[in-house]
Protein backbone atom coordinates (compact mmCIF):
# COMPACT_ATOMS: atom_id res chain seq x y z
CA UNK A 1 0.00 0.00 0.00
CA UNK A 2 2.44 2.32 1.27
CA UNK A 3 4.25 3.13 -2.06
CA UNK A 4 0.76 3.17 -4.44
CA UNK A 5 0.01 6.28 -6.22
CA UNK A 6 -3.33 7.39 -7.51
CA UNK A 7 -2.46 6.18 -11.23
CA UNK A 8 -1.26 2.41 -10.10
CA UNK A 9 -4.14 2.27 -7.79
CA UNK A 10 -6.88 3.54 -10.10
CA UNK A 11 -5.57 0.84 -12.84
CA UNK A 12 -5.01 -1.89 -10.86
CA UNK A 13 -8.97 -2.03 -9.44
CA UNK A 14 -10.99 -4.82 -11.16
CA UNK A 15 -14.29 -4.93 -13.13
CA UNK A 16 -15.99 -1.90 -14.41
CA UNK A 17 -19.40 -1.71 -14.17
CA UNK A 18 -22.67 0.14 -13.95
CA UNK A 19 -21.86 4.37 -14.80
CA UNK A 20 -17.98 3.59 -15.35
CA UNK A 21 -19.17 1.69 -18.42
CA UNK A 22 -21.21 3.44 -19.79
CA UNK A 23 -18.64 6.52 -19.64
CA UNK A 24 -16.20 4.06 -21.27
CA UNK A 25 -18.57 3.43 -24.48
CA UNK A 26 -19.52 7.46 -24.52
CA UNK A 27 -16.00 7.63 -24.70
CA UNK A 28 -15.53 5.05 -27.66
CA UNK A 29 -18.85 6.40 -29.19
CA UNK A 30 -18.54 10.64 -29.04
CA UNK A 31 -15.53 10.73 -31.23
CA UNK A 32 -16.71 8.46 -33.55
CA UNK A 33 -19.97 10.64 -33.77
CA UNK A 34 -17.81 13.64 -34.26
CA UNK A 35 -16.15 11.82 -37.10
CA UNK A 36 -19.54 11.15 -38.82
CA UNK A 37 -20.65 14.39 -38.67
CA UNK A 38 -16.99 15.57 -39.95
CA UNK A 39 -17.70 13.37 -43.03
CA UNK A 40 -21.55 14.18 -43.35
CA UNK A 41 -20.12 17.87 -43.68
CA UNK A 42 -17.50 17.36 -46.46
CA UNK A 43 -16.39 15.54 -49.38
CA UNK A 44 -12.81 15.21 -49.00
CA UNK A 45 -12.51 13.00 -45.61
CA UNK A 46 -9.18 12.28 -44.71
CA UNK A 47 -9.19 8.48 -43.59
CA UNK A 48 -5.84 8.41 -42.06
CA UNK A 49 -7.00 10.79 -39.31
CA UNK A 50 -9.83 8.85 -38.49
CA UNK A 51 -7.76 6.27 -38.12
CA UNK A 52 -5.44 7.25 -36.51
CA UNK A 53 -8.46 9.27 -33.97
CA UNK A 54 -10.07 5.84 -33.55
CA UNK A 55 -7.35 4.04 -32.20
CA UNK A 56 -6.24 6.92 -30.18
CA UNK A 57 -10.44 7.01 -28.56
CA UNK A 58 -9.96 2.96 -27.93
CA UNK A 59 -6.79 4.20 -25.66
CA UNK A 60 -8.41 6.54 -23.79
CA UNK A 61 -10.72 4.11 -23.11
CA UNK A 62 -8.07 2.48 -20.83
CA UNK A 63 -6.15 5.58 -20.06
CA UNK A 64 -8.85 8.51 -19.56
CA UNK A 65 -6.60 10.59 -17.24
CA UNK A 66 -4.40 10.73 -19.91
CA UNK A 67 -2.94 13.10 -22.45
CA UNK A 68 -4.68 10.93 -25.45
CA UNK A 69 -8.01 12.63 -25.25
CA UNK A 70 -6.58 16.27 -25.83
CA UNK A 71 -5.20 14.46 -29.00
CA UNK A 72 -8.09 13.55 -30.00
CA UNK A 73 -9.70 16.48 -29.74
CA UNK A 74 -7.31 18.41 -32.07
CA UNK A 75 -7.47 15.94 -34.58
CA UNK A 76 -11.17 15.96 -34.61
CA UNK A 77 -10.43 19.84 -34.73
CA UNK A 78 -7.33 19.79 -37.39
CA UNK A 79 -9.87 17.31 -39.98
CA UNK A 80 -12.70 19.76 -39.73
CA UNK A 81 -10.69 22.76 -40.23
CA UNK A 82 -9.33 20.92 -43.17
CA UNK A 83 -12.05 19.37 -44.72
CA UNK A 84 -15.21 21.70 -43.80
CA UNK A 85 -15.06 24.92 -45.91
CA UNK A 86 -18.93 25.61 -45.01
CA UNK A 87 -18.38 28.38 -41.96
CA UNK A 88 -22.02 28.43 -40.62
CA UNK A 89 -22.94 24.30 -41.25
CA UNK A 90 -25.02 23.15 -38.15
CA UNK A 91 -22.74 20.40 -38.26
CA UNK A 92 -20.43 22.03 -36.54
CA UNK A 93 -23.01 22.22 -33.80
CA UNK A 94 -22.81 18.38 -33.65
CA UNK A 95 -19.30 18.37 -33.75
CA UNK A 96 -19.23 20.49 -31.29
CA UNK A 97 -20.98 18.25 -29.02
CA UNK A 98 -19.72 15.50 -29.85
CA UNK A 99 -16.59 16.79 -28.13
CA UNK A 100 -18.00 18.12 -25.11
CA UNK A 101 -19.42 14.78 -24.58
CA UNK A 102 -16.27 12.59 -25.41
CA UNK A 103 -14.30 15.85 -23.06
CA UNK A 104 -16.99 15.05 -19.92
CA UNK A 105 -17.06 11.47 -20.20
CA UNK A 106 -13.42 11.45 -19.87
CA UNK A 107 -13.26 13.81 -16.80
CA UNK A 108 -16.24 11.99 -15.39
CA UNK A 109 -14.57 8.49 -15.50
CA UNK A 110 -11.94 10.07 -13.46
CA UNK A 111 -13.69 11.48 -10.66
CA UNK A 112 -14.33 7.42 -8.92
CA UNK A 113 -12.66 4.73 -8.81
CA UNK A 114 -14.22 2.21 -12.20
CA UNK A 115 -16.11 -0.48 -10.28
CA UNK A 116 -17.39 2.46 -7.74
CA UNK A 117 -21.43 2.93 -7.69
CA UNK A 118 -22.37 6.65 -8.56
CA UNK A 119 -25.18 7.92 -6.73
CA UNK A 120 -27.86 9.43 -8.43
CA UNK A 121 -26.54 13.05 -7.44
CA UNK A 122 -23.14 12.83 -9.20
CA UNK A 123 -25.26 11.45 -12.35
CA UNK A 124 -27.61 14.34 -12.20
CA UNK A 125 -25.00 16.69 -11.57
CA UNK A 126 -22.78 15.50 -14.80
CA UNK A 127 -25.79 15.36 -16.86
CA UNK A 128 -26.31 18.74 -16.63
CA UNK A 129 -23.24 19.90 -16.82
CA UNK A 130 -22.51 18.00 -20.52
CA UNK A 131 -25.78 19.23 -21.34
CA UNK A 132 -24.40 22.93 -20.38
CA UNK A 133 -21.29 22.22 -22.07
CA UNK A 134 -23.36 20.82 -25.58
CA UNK A 135 -25.82 23.88 -25.18
CA UNK A 136 -22.45 26.33 -25.38
CA UNK A 137 -21.96 25.44 -28.56
CA UNK A 138 -25.16 26.05 -30.05
CA UNK A 139 -25.31 29.57 -28.62
CA UNK A 140 -22.09 30.58 -30.03
CA UNK A 141 -23.67 28.76 -33.28
CA UNK A 142 -26.71 30.99 -33.29
CA UNK A 143 -24.44 34.19 -32.80
CA UNK A 144 -22.53 33.22 -35.31
CA UNK A 145 -25.06 32.37 -38.12
CA UNK A 146 -26.66 36.23 -36.62
CA UNK A 147 -23.87 38.23 -37.94
CA UNK A 148 -22.83 36.02 -40.84
CA UNK A 149 -23.71 38.79 -43.21
CA UNK A 150 -21.65 41.35 -41.22
CA UNK A 151 -18.42 42.07 -42.74
CA UNK A 152 -15.71 43.54 -40.49
CA UNK A 153 -12.76 44.82 -42.12
CA UNK A 154 -9.31 43.18 -41.48
CA UNK A 155 -7.20 44.76 -38.78
CA UNK A 156 -3.88 43.78 -37.23
CA UNK A 157 -4.61 45.70 -34.38
CA UNK A 158 -7.88 43.73 -33.88
CA UNK A 159 -6.28 40.47 -34.21
CA UNK A 160 -3.29 41.27 -31.92
CA UNK A 161 -5.60 42.46 -29.38
CA UNK A 162 -7.05 39.55 -29.68
CA UNK A 163 -4.58 37.25 -29.28
CA UNK A 164 -3.50 38.64 -26.12
CA UNK A 165 -6.53 38.99 -24.58
CA UNK A 166 -6.80 34.95 -25.44
CA UNK A 167 -3.19 33.98 -23.85
CA UNK A 168 -4.17 36.36 -20.78
CA UNK A 169 -7.41 33.92 -20.50
CA UNK A 170 -5.36 30.92 -21.25
CA UNK A 171 -2.65 31.50 -18.55
CA UNK A 172 -5.79 32.56 -15.91
CA UNK A 173 -7.68 29.11 -16.91
CA UNK A 174 -4.35 27.03 -16.26
CA UNK A 175 -4.37 27.63 -12.52
CA UNK A 176 -6.61 30.71 -11.92
CA UNK A 177 -4.32 33.59 -11.81
CA UNK A 178 -2.42 35.18 -14.94
CA UNK B 1 -2.16 12.66 -11.63
CA UNK B 2 0.10 13.14 -8.79
CA UNK B 3 -0.47 12.49 -5.04
CA UNK B 4 0.31 15.45 -3.10
CA UNK B 5 -1.07 17.70 -0.09
CA UNK B 6 -2.75 20.50 -2.45
CA UNK B 7 -5.14 20.23 -5.04
CA UNK B 8 -3.32 20.19 -8.62
CA UNK B 9 -4.79 20.83 -11.82
CA UNK B 10 -5.76 17.21 -13.88
CA UNK B 11 -5.51 16.52 -17.31
CA UNK B 12 -9.02 17.01 -17.67
CA UNK B 13 -7.98 20.76 -17.20
CA UNK B 14 -5.64 20.93 -19.15
CA UNK B 15 -7.60 19.21 -22.20
CA UNK B 16 -10.03 21.77 -21.52
CA UNK B 17 -7.45 24.80 -21.50
CA UNK B 18 -5.43 23.31 -24.10
CA UNK B 19 -8.53 22.95 -26.57
CA UNK B 20 -10.40 25.89 -26.00
CA UNK B 21 -7.37 28.44 -25.92
CA UNK B 22 -5.88 26.63 -29.11
CA UNK B 23 -9.17 26.36 -31.13
CA UNK B 24 -9.92 30.09 -30.16
CA UNK B 25 -6.62 31.19 -31.51
CA UNK B 26 -6.82 28.86 -34.62
CA UNK B 27 -10.82 30.42 -35.04
CA UNK B 28 -8.84 34.49 -34.87
CA UNK B 29 -5.68 33.26 -37.36
CA UNK B 30 -7.65 31.32 -39.68
CA UNK B 31 -10.75 33.69 -39.80
CA UNK B 32 -12.58 30.28 -39.43
CA UNK B 33 -15.03 31.36 -36.49
CA UNK B 34 -16.53 27.97 -36.92
CA UNK B 35 -13.97 26.46 -34.85
CA UNK B 36 -14.82 28.70 -32.31
CA UNK B 37 -18.11 26.34 -31.89
CA UNK B 38 -16.14 23.39 -31.41
CA UNK B 39 -13.72 26.07 -28.95
CA UNK B 40 -16.80 26.97 -26.57
CA UNK B 41 -17.38 23.98 -24.30
CA UNK B 42 -14.24 23.89 -23.86
CA UNK B 43 -14.10 27.52 -22.77
CA UNK B 44 -17.28 27.33 -20.34
CA UNK B 45 -15.22 23.94 -19.09
CA UNK B 46 -12.12 25.53 -18.27
CA UNK B 47 -13.43 29.36 -17.13
CA UNK B 48 -16.49 27.31 -14.52
CA UNK B 49 -13.51 24.98 -13.20
CA UNK B 50 -11.49 27.90 -12.69
CA UNK B 51 -13.55 30.05 -10.81
CA UNK B 52 -14.70 26.74 -8.39
CA UNK B 53 -11.47 26.20 -7.73
CA UNK B 54 -10.42 25.16 -4.04
CA UNK B 55 -7.73 26.65 -2.26
CA UNK B 56 -7.69 25.14 0.66
CA UNK B 57 -7.30 20.96 1.67
CA UNK B 58 -9.76 18.95 3.19
CA UNK B 59 -9.54 18.01 6.84
CA UNK B 60 -9.33 14.16 6.60
CA UNK B 61 -10.06 11.44 9.26
CA UNK B 62 -9.94 7.86 8.84
CA UNK B 63 -10.95 4.88 11.47
CA UNK B 64 -11.60 1.64 12.05
CA UNK B 65 -15.24 0.48 13.80
CA UNK B 66 -13.31 -2.22 15.72
CA UNK B 67 -9.58 -2.77 16.14
CA UNK B 68 -10.40 -6.57 17.07
CA UNK B 69 -13.03 -8.98 15.91
CA UNK B 70 -13.56 -12.96 15.55
CA UNK B 71 -13.10 -14.63 12.47
CA UNK B 72 -16.31 -14.01 10.12
CA UNK B 73 -17.24 -10.78 11.99
CA UNK B 74 -17.19 -7.77 9.95
CA UNK B 75 -16.44 -3.86 11.38
CA UNK B 76 -16.28 -0.76 9.20
CA UNK B 77 -13.60 1.59 7.82
CA UNK B 78 -14.50 5.28 8.15
CA UNK B 79 -13.68 7.73 5.91
CA UNK B 80 -14.63 11.41 7.09
CA UNK B 81 -13.78 14.39 4.66
CA UNK B 82 -14.57 17.79 5.66
CA UNK B 83 -14.62 20.44 3.02
CA UNK B 84 -14.26 24.09 4.50
CA UNK B 85 -14.95 25.48 1.16
CA UNK B 86 -18.07 24.00 0.13
CA UNK B 87 -15.73 23.47 -3.56
CA UNK B 88 -15.29 19.74 -3.76
CA UNK B 89 -17.62 17.84 -5.97
CA UNK B 90 -17.26 14.07 -6.24
CA UNK B 91 -14.92 11.45 -3.74
CA UNK B 92 -13.02 8.65 -4.64
CA UNK B 93 -12.55 5.95 -1.78
CA UNK B 94 -10.35 2.77 -2.76
CA UNK B 95 -9.56 0.52 0.56
CA UNK B 96 -7.15 -2.38 -0.83
CA UNK B 97 -8.27 -5.47 0.79
CA UNK B 98 -5.57 -7.80 2.57
CA UNK B 99 -5.15 -11.41 2.57
CA UNK B 100 -7.81 -12.83 4.13
CA UNK B 101 -10.02 -10.27 4.24
CA UNK B 102 -13.58 -9.34 2.28
CA UNK B 103 -13.87 -5.47 1.55
CA UNK B 104 -17.09 -4.19 0.25
CA UNK B 105 -18.83 -2.33 -1.53
CA UNK B 106 -17.54 -3.09 -5.04
CA UNK B 107 -14.84 -4.25 -4.07
CA UNK B 108 -14.19 -1.53 -1.38
CA UNK B 109 -14.39 1.07 -4.31
CA UNK B 110 -16.77 3.40 -3.26
CA UNK B 111 -18.07 7.32 -4.85
CA UNK B 112 -19.38 10.34 -3.29
CA UNK B 113 -20.85 13.44 -3.81
CA UNK B 114 -20.12 15.95 -1.60
CA UNK B 115 -21.39 18.57 -3.82
CA UNK B 116 -24.80 17.52 -2.30
CA UNK B 117 -24.15 15.87 1.08
CA UNK B 118 -20.93 17.91 2.39
CA UNK B 119 -21.14 15.73 5.42
CA UNK B 120 -21.46 12.77 3.89
CA UNK B 121 -19.54 9.85 5.92
CA UNK B 122 -17.94 7.09 3.37
CA UNK B 123 -18.30 3.69 5.23
CA UNK B 124 -16.17 0.41 3.48
CA UNK B 125 -17.09 -2.83 5.53
CA UNK B 126 -13.98 -4.66 6.38
CA UNK B 127 -14.47 -8.61 7.06
CA UNK B 128 -11.54 -10.81 7.99
CA UNK B 129 -11.86 -14.47 6.99
CA UNK B 130 -9.68 -16.00 8.65
CA UNK B 131 -7.64 -15.45 12.12
CA UNK B 132 -4.37 -13.63 12.14
CA UNK B 133 -3.03 -9.98 12.82
CA UNK B 134 -3.65 -7.75 9.34
CA UNK B 135 -2.74 -4.26 8.73
CA UNK B 136 -6.03 -2.66 6.95
CA UNK B 137 -5.90 1.01 5.00
CA UNK B 138 -5.36 3.95 5.05
CA UNK B 139 -7.87 3.93 1.92
CA UNK B 140 -6.48 6.50 -0.91
CA UNK B 141 -9.02 9.09 -0.73
CA UNK B 142 -9.18 11.72 -4.21
CA UNK B 143 -11.74 14.56 -3.79
CA UNK B 144 -12.02 16.57 -7.06
CA UNK B 145 -13.15 19.84 -7.67
CA UNK B 146 -16.02 20.76 -9.90
CA UNK B 147 -15.47 19.36 -13.95
CA UNK B 148 -12.88 17.21 -12.47
CA UNK B 149 -10.61 20.19 -12.83
CA UNK B 150 -8.29 19.79 -9.55
CA UNK B 151 -7.78 16.79 -7.44
CA UNK B 152 -6.19 16.39 -4.28
CA UNK B 153 -5.38 12.75 -3.31
CA UNK B 154 -4.44 11.69 0.37
CA UNK B 155 -2.52 8.22 1.40
CA UNK B 156 -1.38 8.44 4.70
CA UNK B 157 0.72 5.45 5.85
CA UNK B 158 0.03 6.58 9.84
CA UNK B 159 -3.14 5.85 9.36
CA UNK B 160 -2.93 2.07 8.61
CA UNK B 161 -4.34 0.11 11.62
CA UNK B 162 -3.87 -3.19 12.81
CA UNK B 163 -6.38 -5.37 12.69
CA UNK B 164 -6.56 -8.25 15.14
CA UNK B 165 -9.07 -11.09 14.11
CA UNK B 166 -9.21 -13.89 16.58
CA UNK B 167 -9.92 -17.20 15.95
CA UNK B 168 -13.47 -18.73 15.85
CA UNK B 169 -14.15 -21.14 18.90
CA UNK B 170 -15.00 -24.62 17.69
CA UNK B 171 -18.17 -25.65 19.79
CA UNK B 172 -16.65 -27.60 22.72
CA UNK B 173 -17.79 -28.84 25.54
CA UNK B 174 -16.52 -31.67 28.07
CA UNK B 175 -18.27 -33.14 31.61
CA UNK B 176 -15.39 -35.47 31.72
CA UNK B 177 -13.94 -35.28 35.45
CA UNK B 178 -10.65 -33.66 35.60
CA UNK B 179 -7.48 -35.42 36.02
CA UNK B 180 -5.53 -35.49 39.40
CA UNK B 181 -3.67 -32.65 39.86
CA UNK B 182 -1.94 -30.94 43.06
CA UNK B 183 -4.25 -28.41 43.47
CA UNK B 184 -6.20 -27.77 46.84
CA UNK B 185 -8.68 -25.66 45.72
CA UNK B 186 -10.95 -25.23 42.63
CA UNK B 187 -14.25 -25.67 41.27
CA UNK B 188 -14.00 -29.69 40.19
CA UNK B 189 -14.02 -33.17 42.43
CA UNK B 190 -10.87 -34.65 43.21
CA UNK B 191 -10.03 -38.14 42.52
CA UNK B 192 -9.14 -38.11 45.96
CA UNK B 193 -10.90 -37.30 49.21
CA UNK B 194 -10.12 -35.01 51.48
CA UNK B 195 -11.74 -31.22 52.60
CA UNK B 196 -14.13 -30.26 50.64
CA UNK B 197 -18.32 -29.64 50.06
CA UNK B 198 -19.28 -33.47 47.61
CA UNK B 199 -20.01 -36.43 50.15
CA UNK B 200 -17.96 -39.54 49.38
CA UNK B 201 -18.89 -42.18 52.21
CA UNK B 202 -19.41 -42.86 56.14
CA UNK B 203 -15.71 -44.36 57.39
CA UNK B 204 -14.48 -45.49 61.03
CA UNK B 205 -13.03 -42.34 62.47
CA UNK B 206 -9.08 -42.34 61.87
CA UNK B 207 -6.46 -39.77 63.70
CA UNK B 208 -6.46 -36.17 62.39
CA UNK B 209 -10.01 -36.48 61.43
CA UNK B 210 -12.03 -32.95 62.47
CA UNK B 211 -14.32 -33.72 65.28
CA UNK B 212 -17.16 -31.61 63.63
CA UNK B 213 -17.27 -34.33 60.67
CA UNK B 214 -18.14 -36.96 63.21
CA UNK B 215 -21.01 -38.38 62.20
CA UNK B 216 -23.18 -39.08 65.50
CA UNK B 217 -25.95 -41.26 64.22
CA UNK B 218 -24.03 -43.88 62.38
CA UNK B 219 -21.23 -43.60 65.58
CA UNK B 220 -24.36 -44.55 68.41
CA UNK B 221 -25.79 -47.28 66.17
CA UNK B 222 -21.97 -48.95 66.09
CA UNK B 223 -20.48 -48.04 68.90
CA UNK B 224 -17.43 -46.46 67.43
CA UNK B 225 -16.78 -43.40 66.01
CA UNK B 226 -17.81 -42.86 62.23
CA UNK B 227 -16.90 -39.63 59.87
CA UNK B 228 -18.47 -38.21 56.94
CA UNK B 229 -15.86 -38.10 53.92
CA UNK B 230 -15.84 -36.02 51.22
CA UNK B 231 -14.54 -35.22 47.76
CA UNK B 232 -11.36 -32.84 47.55
CA UNK B 233 -11.74 -30.06 46.02
CA UNK B 234 -9.33 -29.23 43.13
CA UNK B 235 -8.94 -26.86 39.92
CA UNK B 236 -7.26 -28.05 36.59
CA UNK B 237 -4.15 -27.29 35.44
CA UNK B 238 -4.14 -27.14 31.72
CA UNK B 239 -1.62 -26.66 29.11
CA UNK B 240 -2.56 -26.31 25.29
CA UNK B 241 0.66 -27.29 23.39
CA UNK B 242 -0.06 -26.24 19.51
CA UNK B 243 2.29 -27.51 17.14
CA UNK B 244 2.85 -24.78 14.52
CA UNK B 245 6.06 -26.64 13.13
CA UNK B 246 3.85 -26.80 9.80
CA UNK B 247 0.46 -26.09 8.23
CA UNK B 248 -0.76 -28.74 6.09
CA UNK B 249 -4.19 -28.01 3.40
CA UNK B 250 -5.10 -25.67 2.16
CA UNK B 251 -7.32 -22.50 4.36
CA UNK B 252 -10.07 -20.75 2.50
CA UNK B 253 -10.41 -19.10 6.22
CA UNK B 254 -14.08 -19.68 8.07
CA UNK B 255 -15.93 -20.03 5.45
CA UNK B 256 -14.26 -22.82 3.48
CA UNK B 257 -11.83 -25.34 3.91
CA UNK B 258 -9.56 -25.55 7.18
CA UNK B 259 -5.83 -26.32 7.32
CA UNK B 260 -4.26 -28.45 10.29
CA UNK B 261 -3.36 -25.22 12.01
CA UNK B 262 -6.97 -23.92 11.42
CA UNK B 263 -8.53 -26.43 12.88
CA UNK B 264 -5.60 -26.78 15.26
CA UNK B 265 -6.01 -22.74 16.45
CA UNK B 266 -9.68 -22.83 16.57
CA UNK B 267 -9.72 -26.37 18.31
CA UNK B 268 -7.07 -24.38 20.77
CA UNK B 269 -9.14 -21.34 21.62
CA UNK B 270 -12.51 -23.73 22.11
CA UNK B 271 -10.79 -26.02 24.62
CA UNK B 272 -9.29 -22.43 26.49
CA UNK B 273 -12.28 -20.83 26.82
CA UNK B 274 -13.91 -23.89 27.97
CA UNK B 275 -11.91 -24.23 30.82
CA UNK B 276 -11.04 -20.87 31.60
CA UNK B 277 -15.21 -21.26 31.97
CA UNK B 278 -15.08 -23.51 34.68
CA UNK B 279 -12.50 -22.12 36.66
CA UNK B 280 -9.33 -23.58 35.59
CA UNK B 281 -6.04 -22.33 34.72
CA UNK B 282 -4.88 -22.06 31.05
CA UNK B 283 -0.86 -22.10 29.68
CA UNK B 284 -0.56 -22.33 26.29
CA UNK B 285 2.79 -23.67 24.37
CA UNK B 286 3.50 -23.04 20.63
CA UNK B 287 6.05 -25.10 19.28
CA UNK B 288 7.87 -23.85 16.01
CA UNK B 289 5.88 -20.48 15.78
CA UNK B 290 7.91 -17.82 14.83
CA UNK B 291 6.08 -15.32 17.16
CA UNK B 292 5.09 -15.64 20.79
CA UNK B 293 5.48 -18.95 22.36
CA UNK B 294 4.34 -19.43 25.75
CA UNK B 295 1.44 -18.40 28.16
CA UNK B 296 2.19 -19.12 31.85
CA UNK B 297 -0.92 -20.44 33.28
CA UNK B 298 -3.84 -18.27 34.68
CA UNK B 299 -7.03 -17.71 34.96
CA UNK B 300 -9.99 -15.21 33.99
CA UNK B 301 -11.36 -14.13 30.63
CA UNK B 302 -8.37 -11.51 30.10
CA UNK B 303 -6.22 -14.33 30.35
CA UNK B 304 -8.46 -15.77 27.47
CA UNK B 305 -8.27 -13.00 25.55
CA UNK B 306 -4.44 -13.21 25.87
CA UNK B 307 -5.02 -16.91 24.69
CA UNK B 308 -6.52 -15.91 21.74
CA UNK B 309 -4.18 -12.84 20.99
CA UNK B 310 -1.45 -14.97 20.88
CA UNK B 311 -3.03 -18.09 18.90
CA UNK B 312 -4.31 -15.09 16.30
CA UNK B 313 -1.02 -14.35 15.98
CA UNK B 314 1.05 -17.91 15.27
CA UNK B 315 2.68 -17.84 11.95
CA UNK B 316 3.62 -21.36 10.79
CA UNK B 317 7.25 -22.19 11.53
CA UNK B 318 9.51 -24.87 10.62
CA UNK B 319 11.51 -27.64 12.57
CA UNK B 320 14.23 -25.12 12.73
CA UNK B 321 12.47 -22.41 14.81
CA UNK B 322 12.08 -25.39 17.30
CA UNK B 323 14.71 -25.28 19.90
CA UNK B 324 14.24 -28.98 20.79
CA UNK B 325 14.06 -28.79 24.59
CA UNK B 326 11.06 -29.20 26.67
CA UNK B 327 8.27 -26.68 27.02
CA UNK B 328 8.46 -24.23 30.17
CA UNK B 329 5.41 -24.07 31.42
CA UNK B 330 4.33 -28.00 32.20
CA UNK B 331 4.17 -28.20 35.74
CA UNK B 332 3.52 -31.28 37.84
CA UNK B 333 0.18 -32.70 37.44
CA UNK B 334 -0.84 -30.92 34.51
CA UNK B 335 -3.59 -31.92 31.86
CA UNK B 336 -1.65 -31.47 28.34
CA UNK B 337 -3.54 -31.17 25.05
CA UNK B 338 -1.49 -31.45 22.30
CA UNK B 339 -2.68 -29.95 18.88
CA UNK B 340 -0.61 -31.14 16.10
CA UNK B 341 -1.26 -33.00 12.50
CA UNK B 342 1.27 -35.62 13.49
CA UNK B 343 3.72 -35.16 10.20
CA UNK B 344 6.70 -34.09 11.59
CA UNK B 345 8.58 -37.15 13.89
CA UNK B 346 9.39 -33.73 15.82
CA UNK B 347 6.03 -33.16 17.17
CA UNK B 348 5.74 -37.14 18.24
CA UNK B 349 9.11 -37.21 19.64
CA UNK B 350 7.54 -34.19 21.49
CA UNK B 351 4.76 -36.10 22.60
CA UNK B 352 6.28 -39.16 23.89
CA UNK B 353 8.51 -37.18 25.91
CA UNK B 354 6.44 -34.95 27.66
CA UNK B 355 4.22 -38.11 28.36
CA UNK B 356 8.05 -39.78 29.65
CA UNK B 357 7.53 -36.66 32.15
CA UNK B 358 4.48 -38.24 34.11
CA UNK B 359 2.32 -35.91 32.87
CA UNK B 360 -1.30 -37.05 31.35
CA UNK B 361 -0.96 -36.53 27.50
CA UNK B 362 -4.08 -35.90 25.04
CA UNK B 363 -2.91 -35.37 21.37
CA UNK B 364 -5.59 -34.26 19.17
CA UNK B 365 -5.03 -35.17 16.03
CA UNK B 366 -5.39 -31.68 13.64
CA UNK B 367 -5.13 -33.76 10.12
CA UNK B 368 -7.34 -32.46 7.82
CA UNK B 369 -9.65 -35.35 7.06
CA UNK B 370 -9.96 -35.05 3.31
CA UNK B 371 -6.35 -34.04 3.19
CA UNK B 372 -5.38 -37.04 0.41
CA UNK B 373 -8.36 -35.53 -1.87
CA UNK B 374 -7.45 -31.88 -1.54
CA UNK B 375 -5.34 -31.78 -5.09
CA UNK B 376 -7.92 -33.22 -7.07
CA UNK B 377 -5.98 -32.05 -10.25
CA UNK B 378 -2.76 -34.20 -9.27
CA UNK B 379 -3.12 -37.78 -8.69
CA UNK B 380 0.31 -37.98 -7.78
CA UNK B 381 -0.08 -35.49 -4.80
CA UNK B 382 -2.74 -37.65 -3.45
CA UNK B 383 -0.76 -40.80 -3.90
CA UNK B 384 2.00 -39.59 -2.13
CA UNK B 385 -0.22 -38.11 0.89
CA UNK B 386 -1.93 -42.03 0.83
CA UNK B 387 1.55 -43.11 1.18
CA UNK B 388 2.60 -40.53 4.15
CA UNK B 389 -0.98 -41.47 5.62
CA UNK B 390 0.69 -45.04 6.41
CA UNK B 391 3.63 -44.21 7.26
CA UNK B 392 2.18 -41.18 9.83
CA UNK B 393 -0.50 -44.59 10.71
CA UNK B 394 2.83 -46.47 12.28
CA UNK B 395 4.34 -43.96 13.69
CA UNK B 396 0.53 -43.23 15.56
CA UNK B 397 0.82 -47.16 16.74
CA UNK B 398 3.91 -46.60 18.25
CA UNK B 399 2.58 -43.47 19.97
CA UNK B 400 -0.27 -45.18 21.09
CA UNK B 401 1.57 -47.99 22.47
CA UNK B 402 3.82 -45.82 24.76
CA UNK B 403 0.29 -45.12 26.56
CA UNK B 404 -0.27 -41.41 25.01
CA UNK B 405 -3.94 -41.54 23.33
CA UNK B 406 -4.46 -39.59 20.11
CA UNK B 407 -8.19 -38.31 19.07
CA UNK B 408 -9.05 -36.08 15.84
CA UNK B 409 -10.84 -33.21 16.80
CA UNK B 410 -14.19 -33.26 16.51
CA UNK B 411 -15.96 -30.76 18.11
CA UNK B 412 -17.90 -30.64 21.54
CA UNK B 413 -17.44 -33.84 23.64
CA UNK B 414 -14.76 -35.30 21.47
CA UNK B 415 -12.32 -35.87 24.42
CA UNK B 416 -14.36 -37.20 26.93
CA UNK B 417 -14.23 -40.32 26.72
CA UNK B 418 -10.47 -40.14 26.76
CA UNK B 419 -10.49 -37.77 29.53
CA UNK B 420 -12.56 -40.09 31.54
CA UNK B 421 -9.99 -42.59 31.33
CA UNK B 422 -7.50 -40.57 32.13
CA UNK B 423 -9.37 -39.29 35.44
CA UNK B 424 -10.10 -42.72 36.42
CA UNK B 425 -6.56 -43.86 35.92
CA UNK B 426 -5.27 -40.69 37.88
CA UNK B 427 -7.91 -41.85 39.98
CA UNK B 428 -6.39 -45.68 40.59
CA UNK B 429 -2.97 -43.69 41.16
CA UNK B 430 -4.03 -41.44 43.73
CA UNK B 431 -3.93 -41.59 47.28
CA UNK B 432 -6.22 -43.93 49.67
CA UNK B 433 -8.82 -42.35 50.82
CA UNK B 434 -8.40 -41.02 54.78
Redesign the interface.
Known sequence: ??A????E??RR???I?GVGLLLRGLILVSPLAALACTRAATDHPLPVIDVVIVILAIGSVFAP???L??LV??LV?IE??AT?H????FW??A???A??MF??C???A??????????S??CR?WTR?AA???G??V???AV?VAIDGYEMPSSAIL?AA??VV?AL??L?????HP | MRTGDGWLPTAAHARAVVAGMGLSVAAVLARRPDLLVLATPFVVAAVWAVLVRPSAPPKMRQSIGHGMLREGESTTWHVDLDDPEGRIDDVGVVLEAPTWMDVGPHDGQVAASLHDDPRERIDIFVRPYRWGYRRVGPALVVASSGWAAFRWASKNEAEATTLVTLPHSSEFDASAPPVHTPGLVGGNRSPRQGSGNEFASIRPFQPGDRLRRIHWPQSLRTGTLHVTSTWADHDRHVVLLVDALDEVGRSDGIDGRASSLDIAVRAASAIAAHYISTGDRVALVVLGSRSVRRLPPASGHRHLRRILEVLANIEPGSPAHDNGRMPGGLGEGALVLMLSPLVTPTALQRAVTVANRGLSVLVIDCLPPDIAEQTPDDPYTGIAWRIELLKRERELRTVREAGIAVVPWSGPRSLDVVLRDLHHHAGTRGRRPR
Open positions: MSLTVDSWLPRRDGPGAIMAWGVDRTTAVVAALAHVLAATVSPPGARWTAMRRVAMSGTTWLVSLLAGWARDG
